[in-house]
C-alpha cells in the first residue's frame, strides 16, 4: 500500500471517495458456475479497484443476497482479471464485424456470458456512465455475430431470455436509492430525470442484445467518511440494495 492510500485509510488525509471502515467491511466469494446444477447463473462484472469502498460493499451485499436465494454467482472483478479494455486494431474487425480470429480472453467472457440468465454490472459513477474498464469490457466482449447481427433490418440481438441490471454507486444527487421512481422525497423531480436518462440507455444496451432490461440500483445515500454512525447507515444501504434486488429480479 502506497503511503497516501495509507494516509486515506487512516483520515489523515480526506477524500471524496467511499471508504468503508475496517471492522465494517465484508469479503465474500461466490460460489461460480463451475459447480452449479439447475440454479440461476448470475454473471457479476465488477469494474472498481478498491475492496473498501462503498461500490465494493454493494458488490459484496449483492452476491451473498443472490447465493441465498438460490442463484449462483460468477464474478469477474476486472482489476483482478488485468482486463485491457483498450480496442487493440487486431481486435478491431472481430467486435465489430465479426470477421477473423475470436481472441482466447473475449471467448472465455463470452462463454460466462451465454451461461447467465442474469448479467449485472457494478461500478462507480464518474461522468454518469460506466468507468472506462467496464466499458472497454462492454465493447469487446459484447462483439458483433456474439452479441448481436446485422441484418437487413438492422442490428438484431442474439442473447434473448437474460437479463441485464446495474448496481452503481454515486454521490451527485442526494435524492434516491434504486431506479425511475426510487426518490426519498428529498429531490424527486430531479432524480427522476436522471433516472428516466439512465433507463434510455439501459434500454437501448438490453434490446441491443435481445435481452430484457431488469434496472438498476442506483445508490445516492452513501454516509460521510468515519462518521460515528456510520454502521447504521450502512446496513440501511445493504437493506436497500437487498429489497431492490428481490423487487427486480425475483418479483
Same mark, same amino acid.
Given at each position: 500500500?502506497?503511503?497516501?492510500?495509507?494516509?486515506? =485509510?487512516?483520515?489523515?488525509?480526506?477524500?471524496?471517495?467511499?471508504?468503508?471502515?475496517?471492522?465494517?467491511?465484508?469479503?465474500?466469494?461466490?460460489?461460480?458456475?463451475?459447480?452449479?446444477? %439447475?440454479?440461476?447463473?448470475?454473471?457479476?462484472?465488477? &469494474?472498481?479497484?478498491?475492496?473498501?469502498?462503498?461500490?465494493?460493499?454493494?458488490?459484496?451485499?449483492?452476491?451473498?443476497?443472490?447465493?441465498?436465494?438460490? !442463484?449462483?454467482?460468477?464474478?469477474?472483478?476486472?482489476?483482478?482479471?488485468?482486463?485491457?479494455?483498450?480496442?487493440?486494431?487486431?481486435?478491431?474487425?472481430?467486435?465489430?464485424?465479426?470477421?477473423?480470429? *475470436?481472441?482466447?480472453? =473475449?471467448?472465455?467472457?463470452?462463454?460466462?456470458?451465454?451461461?447467465?440468465?442474469?448479467?449485472?454490472?457494478?461500478?462507480?459513477?464518474?461522468?454518469?456512465?460506466?468507468?472506462?474498464?467496464?466499458? &472497454?469490457?462492454?465493447? *469487446?466482449?459484447f462483439a458483433n455475430s456474439f452479441a448481436y447481427k446485422?441484418?437487413?433490418? &438492422?442490428?438484431?440481438?442474439?442473447?434473448?431470455?437474460?437479463?441485464?441490471?446495474?448496481?452503481?454507486? !454515486?454521490g451527485y444527487l442526494g435524492g434516491g436509492q434504486g431506479?425511475?421512481?426510487? &426518490?426519498?422525497?428529498?429531490?424527486?423531480?430531479?432524480?427522476?430525470?436522471?433516472?428516466?436518462?439512465?433507463?434510455?440507455?439501459?434500454?437501448?444496451?438490453?434490446?441491443?442484445?435481445?435481452? *430484457? %432490461?431488469?434496472?438498476?440500483?442506483?445508490?445516492?445515500?452513501?454516509?460521510?467518511?468515519?462518521?460515528? %454512525?456510520?454502521?447504521?447507515?450502512?446496513?440501511?444501504?445493504?437493506?436497500?440494495?437487498?429489497?431492490?434486488?428481490?423487487r427486480d429480479l425475483f418479483s
Amino acid at each position: 500500500m502506497d503511503s497516501l492510500t495509507a494516509k486515506i =485509510l487512516q483520515n489523515k488525509i480526506p477524500t471524496s471517495a467511499t471508504i468503508i471502515p475496517k471492522h465494517l467491511r465484508q469479503k465474500y466469494v461466490p460460489h461460480g458456475f463451475k459447480d452449479s446444477n %439447475n440454479q440461476d447463473k448470475i454473471l457479476i462484472v465488477a &469494474g472498481e479497484p478498491r475492496k473498501y469502498s462503498m461500490t465494493y460493499d454493494l458488490i459484496y451485499t449483492a452476491m451473498q443476497f443472490l447465493e441465498a436465494h438460490d !442463484c449462483v454467482v460468477e464474478l469477474r472483478d476486472l482489476y483482478d482479471l488485468g482486463f485491457d479494455p483498450v480496442l487493440r486494431p487486431e481486435e478491431f474487425y472481430y467486435v465489430k464485424d465479426g470477421l477473423g480470429h *475470436k481472441p482466447h480472453y =473475449l471467448a472465455k467472457e463470452q462463454d460466462l456470458v451465454q451461461q447467465a440468465q442474469t448479467i449485472i454490472f457494478a461500478y462507480p459513477n464518474w461522468h454518469d456512465a460506466p468507468v472506462a474498464i467496464v466499458k &472497454g469490457y462492454i465493447e *469487446k466482449v459484447f462483439a458483433n455475430s456474439f452479441a448481436y447481427k446485422n441484418t437487413s433490418h &438492422g442490428p438484431v440481438g442474439l442473447l434473448q431470455g437474460r437479463q441485464l441490471y446495474t448496481i452503481m454507486n !454515486c454521490g451527485y444527487l442526494g435524492g434516491g436509492q434504486g431506479y425511475l421512481g426510487d &426518490g426519498i422525497g428529498q429531490n424527486d423531480a430531479t432524480w427522476d430525470q436522471y433516472m428516466a436518462a439512465f433507463k434510455v440507455f439501459d434500454d437501448d444496451t438490453a434490446k441491443f442484445w435481445g435481452m *430484457k %432490461n431488469a434496472g438498476r440500483f442506483v445508490n445516492d445515500q452513501s454516509p460521510h467518511n468515519f462518521v460515528p %454512525n456510520y454502521e447504521v447507515k450502512l446496513e440501511q444501504i445493504r437493506q436497500a440494495l437487498r429489497e431492490h434486488l428481490q423487487r427486480d429480479l425475483f418479483s
